[in-house]
């Protein structure tokens, strides 16, 4: 047993790094004769470092030998990155869209009232009876009705409450001379981006026009009209300039759809489609701009030319 422990002790020892932690003793371990005094010199302070490292090394043992008696398909999972939950995929953003909220709702409801013309300019919009319709309170029919006052198709007036917005002739002749330049925009960068599904869509949507106006339909060509419109803003290939073109045209749609579709506007629009959509098709930029800003202004003459006349009448 002292020649075991002796044994131990001294390979310990003789190792380069002990060898020289001994040597910086003073007396130095050759000067001990007996093994016996030996041992009882090394023991306390090599004793604990074997027990340390002989620990250590067994510990790394055991686990190598549980990693490898698991399957590849386990070591493989293991090694890769943690899965996440399936409520964190929930609560990530990207994972789904959260539901519009009920003033968003009844903001569109009443924006689709408005544009279409159920809601006409200047009609006032009581809270209390806009939640009965709806069956909500009247928070968020407070809210949506800002919603539609930041969009400008509603505004709140002292002592009379929210109302349908009501241009004047001043202002809607300013938002015509805008939009003209937006969708000439549009129509310059569909002439140089647009594909071929942007062709199809446009000359589909001018067929539909021109059915409308030789059937002396209004409303069907009022749908036609925006889908050719839509379909030539979405050729611009520019989704920022599409929204806000959009924005500003919803606007414009209660005034457009009440005062500027009859037989002769509806026969000389189709001619201007036409222009247009074949300077798109030609790739000619600076006559799809031109021929488009030529369009805007006829529709903006017929508009003032009729609403005026309304505004003098009322």
Not at 248 to 270: D, K, Q, W
Request: hydrophobic content about 40%; glycine content about 4%; proline content about 4%.
């Amino acid at each position: 047993m002292t020649e075991r422990r002796l044994t131990r002790g001294v390979a310990f020892m003789v190792s380069p790094f002990n060898d020289r932690r001994l040597q910086r003793c003073r007396s130095g371990w050759r000067k001990f004769a007996c093994k016996d005094i030996l041992l009882a010199y090394i023991r306390p302070f090599y004793r604990r470092r074997f027990a340390m490292s002989t620990s250590a090394m067994k510990s790394s043992e055991s686990t190598a030998r549980m990693v490898s008696k698991r399957s590849p398909a386990i070591v493989k999972r293991a090694s890769g990155p943690p899965k996440r939950s399936a409520g964190a995929a929930k609560r990530s953003p990207g994972a789904a869209k959260r539901p519009a909220s009920l003033a968003s709702r009844l903001a569109t409801a009443l924006e689709a009232d408005i544009v279409s013309g159920r809601l006409r300019p200047g009609t006032r919009l009581d809270e209390q009876a806009l939640a009965r319709r709806f069956k909500a309170s009247r928070t968020p029919v407070r809210e949506a009705l800002r919603q539609l006052e930041s969009r400008g198709m509603v505004e709140n007036r002292p002592r009379q409450g929210a109302q349908v917005m009501q241009l004047s002739l001043a202002s809607l002749i300013e938002m015509f001379e805008t939009m003209a330049w937006l969708e000439a925009a549009c129509a310059s960068l569909a002439a140089r981006r647009h594909t071929q599904v942007d062709r199809d869509a446009i000359q589909a949507a001018h067929e539909a026009c021109v059915s409308a106006q030789q059937a002396l339909d209004p409303a069907a060509f009022y749908r036609a009209n925006t889908q050719w419109h839509e379909a030539l803003y979405a050729a611009s290939q520019n989704r920022y300039l599409e929204q806000e073109t959009l924005l500003l045209r919803n606007r414009l749609e209660p005034y457009r759809r009440a005062i500027t579709f009859h037989e002769g506007l509806m026969s000389l629009s189709v001619q201007e489609h036409q222009r247009i959509a074949e300077a798109i098709f030609a790739m000619d930029e600076a006559r799809a701009m031109s021929e488009m800003r030529g369009h805007l202004d006829t529709l903006r003459n017929d508009a003032v030319r009729t609403y005026g006349a309304l505004l003098r009448t009322e």
